[in-house]
């Protein structure tokens, strides 16, 4: 039962890095570029949500 206990939790914090650190992230680069830049499109947002996202595959893929 621990060891189960153990997999599942190491599961779900793998998951939940993968999903919110790169949504995090986005959502504040979205806030900073909208409030200093409000005219440039939003396509630098989607850019850095995807090298933030194949950043934290890359350095989890091992955990």
Do not use: H, N
């Not at 190491?10 to 409030?35: A, D, E, H």
């Not at 200093?36 to 950043?55: E, T």
Request: glycine share 4%.
């Amino acid at each position: 039962m621990k060891r189960f206990f153990e997999q599942w939790l190491r599961s779900q914090s793998k998951m939940l890095l993968r999903i919110y650190v790169p949504v995090i992230i986005t959502v504040l680069y979205g806030m900073l570029q909208f409030y200093l830049f409000p005219d440039s499109g939003m396509l630098s947002v989607g850019v850095v949500y995807l090298c933030a996202y194949i950043f934290v595959v890359y350095k989890c893929r091992k955990i």
